[in-house]
């Protein structure tokens, strides 16, 4: 007699769960502390209030999107990438 077991496949991972706060504390530090936001900026702010990492990318996505949305302006240089608040009449300040 055969048996035969089947393998599950496994997890994916769907990286960190961002906590329900994430968005209000990353709006509210971009008009605080202004300046130029960079995706290792957002990261270690992320590791400040939450005490854990969050992956690059994920950095990115949140800066990207708020770029989206007309909050920061991208300034893309052949050497960086930073973001800084969108501070044009109309805009949030």
């Known amino acids: 007699m055969t048996t035969s077991v089947q393998a599950e496949a496994p997890a994916s991972a769907a990286g960190p769960k961002v906590p329900a706060d994430?968005?209000?504390?990353?709006?509210?530090?971009?008009?605080?502390?202004?300046?130029?936001?960079?995706?290792?900026?957002?990261?270690?702010?992320?590791?400040?209030?939450?005490?854990?990492?969050?992956?690059?990318?994920?950095?990115?996505?949140?800066?990207?999107r708020r770029a989206a949305q007309g909050v920061l302006r991208l300034h893309n240089r052949p050497d960086s990438r930073y973001y800084t608040l969108n501070t044009r009449k109309g805009r949030p300040q």
């Open 22 to 64: 994430w968005e209000r504390v990353l709006d509210t530090a971009l008009r605080t502390w202004r300046g130029e936001w960079t995706t290792t900026r957002v990261q270690r702010l992320y590791l400040a209030r939450y005490g854990q990492g969050l992956h690059r990318a994920d950095a990115r996505a949140f800066l990207a």
